[in-house]
Every structure is written in C-alpha cells, then in structure tokens.
C-alpha cells in the first residue's frame, strides 16, 4: 500500500519541488552512470554522503548537506521522489519558493543530526532525501489533515486506487517509522528510520507559524481539514480485479 497521488492542486508552478527532482535524479545519473570505477563511486560516497562518526570528530560538515541529494539505488529514488512530488507542490504553494527551500533544507538538516544522536560514533553513511521529504509530509499533515491522497493497495491478486485522508496516510507511515526504528536499534538495519521521524516532527514543528497565520484551529473550521480550493477529481479506477478460474 502506497500514495501515487493527491487531490490537493497547487495554483502556482512548483519551481522548487520541480528542481529538487531534476537535482537528485542528476546526482543519481552522475554517481551510477559516470562513476563506473568502484573506487571513485567509493570516494563519491565518502565525501558527500552523511557520516557519523566523522561528523563527530568535527568533519564531513558537507556530507549534512549533501547526503540529501544521493541515493542508494533507483526503488530508493523513484519513492522519494514520488513522495515529494505528491506533497511537496502543495508546501511549496503555502510557503513561496524561497521560504520551502529554507524550510526543506533545514527539515534535512534535523533528519540527519536525529539520526546522528543515539549512535554518534557510527561508520554508517547516511543518504537520501527521504529525511527532509519527511519535513514536507510533517508539514502537509498540519496544514491539510482531511486532503484526499490516492492509495494503491496490492494484495496477491486484488490490486484497488482508492482515496483516504492524508491523516491516515501520514498518521500510519510516521507510526510505522517509529515502530521500525525501535526494532532496528535492536535488530539492526539498513533504513534511517529515525531520521524519517525527526524531520518530519521538525517539518510540523516548522509549519506552526504558517498555520498559525492562517487562523489555526479556525483555518481547519472553515476548511474542514481540506485543501482551501477546490479538490482535484479523478475518474473512477478501473484496475479490474483478477479472479481464479475454477
């Protein structure tokens, strides 16, 4: 079960989002194309992705940075680009081009110092922009909890499109982030989980003033929780569901 979509149109070009797509998908192209030496792919990675320990030891302060601008594998990439292209217009329209940019930077920045904290001396590098998509999907919860957002759900052979509030959307992933970063301490693992959760509590906490603007709890009275324009609709989905024949 996953987002491919919401009903939630932005009223201006999303220049910015649309540029964080085109950066990361470049970075990707660069390190997996032209990089076909392993060790320069090796010192790639060393120098621009986020480590720890190095961090620690008061270096790689470019890798805090730059970390959100790599990846580790194309499945990696198309999801968090899926996911900020599905949220990331809208923020993008709330707050104005420059004020998203700030705020997507900074939701980064907080992802990868919340990951960086309960194992400082880590020699795992961290990458990927999930981190700061987290901040927008925080900040999306807040500003837009009833917006309707397209799930595909697979399962075996029943596969359906169906729309359900981004509450429930944002609710089950951030709960899930936090039920697998509580095992991954245990158990290991190879997912930043709690980095997901601090950028996307640092994307909420950095969308209050905004909401706040906006009239608070009032905004949510006279929009019910909705988008404040009118929502996109889609067609009906199609997708036949498959039955065995007897």
Known sequence: MFPIRDHNPS????????????????????????????????????????????????????????HMFLHGGFMH??????FLWIFGDNMED??????????????????????YLPDTLSQIPMVGASGAIAGVMGGYLLLFPKAKVDIFLFFIIFFRIFPIPSFIVLGV?????VFNGLGSDLNGGGTAYWAHVGG????????IPLWLRRGAAAYWDRTDGHPPHPETRYPTSNVPLIRRRK
Not at 77 to 82: K, Q, V
Not at 173 to 177: F, K, N, R
Not at 200 to 207: C, H, R, S
């Open 11 to 66: 009223t201006r070009i999303p220049y910015v989002t649309y540029l964080l797509i085109a950066i990361n998908v470049a970075v990707f192209a660069w390190q997996y194309g032209a990089l076909q030496d392993v060790r320069a792919s090796n010192q790639f990675l060393y120098d621009y992705a986020f480590w720890p320990i190095l961090f620690a030891n008061g270096e790689g302060f470019t890798g805090f940075f730059t």
């Open 77 to 82: 990439l198309a999801g968090n680009m899926l």
């Open 94 to 115: 709330e707050m104005g081009h420059i004020p998203f940019a700030i705020f997507y930077v900074l939701s980064g920045f907080a992802a990868a110092y919340i990951q």
């Open 173 to 177: 992933w951030m709960a899930l982030q």
């Open 200 to 207: 996307f509590i640092a994307g909420f906490l950095m969308t």
